[in-house]
């Protein structure tokens, strides 16, 4: 059986909608079991420990899980090869429940259990794992240990003043390394608690700036930086660990002319002595450049230095090789440009010397690490399938492992030939699997859905490809509803992606599913125009300055093609959804083109030159308009690109959906596109969120989500479609169920 063979079979039972299948519903989506975090794997590759997470409408209460999963046979089994649940933590998960005060007080009195979170395995037997005090904020490490097939009672090992995150720890050394947020000017995770708490008494609420940016993705910017802390564990009888002094901020004193904010990807080395870790040097130009360095530092604090400094884009993934002597990380060369090609480096660290790896490799791997001392595993987009690849050092030829499908997190499993991955399908939610580096065969870990794979039909998606702008293939997927009938006419949900540099894989998500709209009855298209990754760097960058230009006229022509070529689409029932870029082009088609019955807007914008002013990262603009707008002739390329200019062509019924929080597109451009709209009598909705950012992520909140989405596009594309002016006061014929409450 082939890799696309066994995970596309996932859900056979079910192809054939028949007694035991059923339509997948919104309901269905939020309700996934799913991941929450990084998959922790044991010392000695013989299981693994992962947070899993679940939301239950009809209780309305989010769980979280830690569970404990053997991947071996015989005595070292922790649950036989089934996962065992160790923790189990239950919150109401309505924003203002109404028993929320007593249900912190009775977790703050061990009436409840902890709720996990960033599980690390101390030893072959220890687990360890986070849990955040709701009220105080402070995190404390837990410990956990097996024995006689059952798990110990939570052990507090530390307790932290501040949350901390990005848990790490090395056996060898004893090493615990994790993130915390301190104010500049102190190290002390102590003297930030109090600062912390001096800040709650202020009686004003007044935040001065004096330099950008301002605010990042949903959070105003604080005077805290995340910075990496270690500190030392030692091991008591019977596996009981205690820390060995004060946690110590290895970066504070890298660079004398300001404070280093480290990202997320840090990683300790196999010694456990040294960190890598990421970090943008301090200065004014932040939020329009997006220079980062890759740092070696030791973990006793005596100092960190830039391994790849001077000129370059964003760095990340660094990763240790097996003896720590050297260095792989990926880095863009543009300074100003978020989407640049990702390059392939190994730094020496003895040598002090980089070389370049692939260098004529025309993708982009987002995840590097180590195979062997002559070998490097890199996974990439390419051609609609996030695939993991051996990249050899000397000659930079490329060696697929998994070729179908999407595969997330890469890890190796230590001692062995073989790594774990997740993998999904856009007819498959992510489970977890081991894959051979030598041949690429895989073995199932997890099943966190078998009902939704084995008694709900999920539509197995089409490749499919048409002729776009400068005779360039446009590449995209098809998904046909249930009990699909070819001689029927079915309305069509014509799916844009944002980025816009990005595109649609064969992998699930949890947001803009496609199997959700092919579910409510309609063939869902999703193409990748001009900007798309995975089809080589000139592809991506050709949306540079042709925002409304070449992905719109790919779009249109593949439309075209695409009715020619599937004749039981019916042309007077089509609908177009997008957000992000995709919102833009939403905007962008109703000042173009009236072939559309209904528009979904989804934090879309709505004046190139706004959004410049109200962003927080400026290089993106600045490099898609190829200057700033207070430039005369960069601001001819942000008014053509605007579809402000265009909304005396609107006519199309649209649903603008918009967030408070979404700092990249702001309120004010969905606010602009609704008011554009009503103002001209054209038919439109605004759904609003007050607590949702550039994505809505509350499960409750989505389920609003597509129930508003569901109703729009299927009132304005029904057989019985009324006029505009009596269809826009109907009520919406579609309902998620579950949701009256």
Do not use: C
Request: net charge negative; glycine share 6%.
């Amino acid at each position: 059986m082939t890799i696309g063979q066994l995970v596309r079979s996932l859900p056979a039972a079910a192809f054939v909608l028949g007694a035991l299948a059923r339509p997948f519903t919104p309901e269905d989506l939020v309700q996934t079991n799913r991941f929450s975090g990084d998959v922790a794997v044991s010392p000695n590759s013989a299981s693994i420990a992962y947070i899993q997470a679940r939301y239950s409408i009809e209780e309305k209460r989010q769980y979280t899980q830690l569970f404990v999963q053997s991947l071996a046979d015989g005595h070292r089994h922790h649950g036989s090869g089934h996962p065992v649940k160790v923790i189990e933590f239950s919150a109401d998960a309505r924003p203002n429940p109404p028993s929320a005060r007593e249900e912190v007080e009775d977790e703050l009195t061990g009436k409840k259990h902890l709720k996990p979170s960033q599980p690390i395995w101390l030893s072959d037997s220890s687990l360890g794992f986070v849990a955040t005090d709701p009220d105080t904020g402070k995190s404390t490490l837990y410990s956990v240990k097996s024995g006689k097939g059952r798990w110990s009672k939570p052990r507090p090992v530390v307790a932290m003043a501040v949350p901390i995150s990005d848990l790490h720890f090395s056996v060898e050394s004893g090493i615990l390394a994790f993130t915390a947020e301190v104010y500049n000017g102190t190290d002390s995770l102590v003297e930030t608690a109090k600062l912390d708490y001096h800040e709650k008494l202020r009686a004003d609420t007044g935040q001065t700036y004096d330099d950008l940016w301002v605010r990042h993705w949903d959070t105003f910017v604080s005077s805290k930086l995340p910075q990496i802390y270690t500190l030392p564990l030692k091991t008591r009888a019977k596996d009981h660990f205690k820390p060995k002094g004060e946690p110590i901020n290895i970066i504070s004193d890298a660079n004398a002319n300001g404070r280093l904010e480290a990202s997320n990807s840090f990683t300790l080395s196999p010694s456990g002595r040294h960190i890598a870790f990421v970090a943008k040097y301090p200065g004014h130009d932040y939020a329009w450049k997006t220079t980062s360095h890759v740092y070696l530092a030791a973990v006793d604090g005596s100092g960190a230095e830039p391994i790849n400094p001077g000129k370059g884009g964003a760095s990340s993934s660094p990763a240790f090789n097996h003896d720590g002597t050297k260095i792989a990380y990926v880095q863009m060369a543009a300074t100003t440009y978020e989407a640049d090609r990702n390059q392939i480096k190994v730094y020496d660290i003895a040598q002090q010397t980089t070389v370049e790896v692939a260098a004529n490799w025309d993708r982009s791997p987002s995840h590097v690490l180590w195979s062997d001392s002559e070998t490097l595993l890199v996974t990439y987009n390419e051609w609609g399938r996030n695939k993991l690849s051996k990249v050899d050092i000397a000659t930079g030829a490329i060696t697929p492992i998994v070729t179908e499908h999407s595969v997330g997190s890469v890890q190796q499993l230590p001692g062995t030939n073989k790594l774990l991955i997740d993998y999904s399908a856009l007819d498959s939610p992510p489970d977890l699997y081991t894959v051979s580096i030598d041949d690429g065969s895989m073995t199932r870990v997890s099943q966190l859905n078998p009902k939704l794979t084995s008694e709900i039909f999920l539509s197995p998606p089409e490749d499919v490809a048409f002729t776009g702008a400068d005779n360039s293939t446009i590449h995209g997927f098809l998904l046909r509803p249930p009990n699909f009938d070819s001689q029927k006419k079915y309305p069509l949900a014509f799916v844009i992606h944002g980025g816009p540099q990005s595109s649609f894989t064969d992998g699930w998500s949890p947001r803009w599913n496609l199997n959700i709209f092919a579910a409510a009855g309609f063939v869902t298209v999703a193409l990748d125009p001009q900007g798309s990754t995975g089809y080589g760097q000139n592809f991506t960058d050709a949306i540079r300055n042709q925002w409304g230009g070449k992905p719109y006229e790919s779009l249109m022509r593949s439309l075209e093609q695409l009715l020619e070529e599937h004749p039981y689409i019916d042309r007077n029932r089509l609908a177009a959804l997008g957000a992000s870029y995709g919102g833009y082009m939403i905007n962008w088609i109703n000042g173009h083109s009236n072939v559309f019955k209904a528009l979904v807007n989804h934090d879309g914008m709505f004046s190139t030159v706004s959004t410049y002013y109200s962003t927080e990262e400026l290089y993106f603009p600045e490099t898609e308009f190829e200057g700033v707008p207070f430039d005369e002739k960069a601001r001819e390329n942000y008014e053509r690109w605007s579809p402000e200019r265009y909304v005396k062509n609107w006519k199309t019924p649209t649903l603008v959906v918009h967030s408070e929080k979404d700092y990249r597109l702001v309120v004010s451009e969905g606010l602009s596109t609704f008011t554009a709209l009503r103002r001209q009598g054209v038919p439109a909705r605004l759904l609003y969120f007050p607590d949702e950012n550039h994505w809505v992520l509350k499960p409750a909140n989505s389920l609003r989500w597509h129930q508003e989405v569901l109703a729009w596009i299927s009132k304005w594309t029904s057989d019985e479609s009324t006029s505009p002016a009596t269809a826009l006061d109907e009520p919406a014929r579609f309902r998620v169920q579950g949701n009256d409450d």
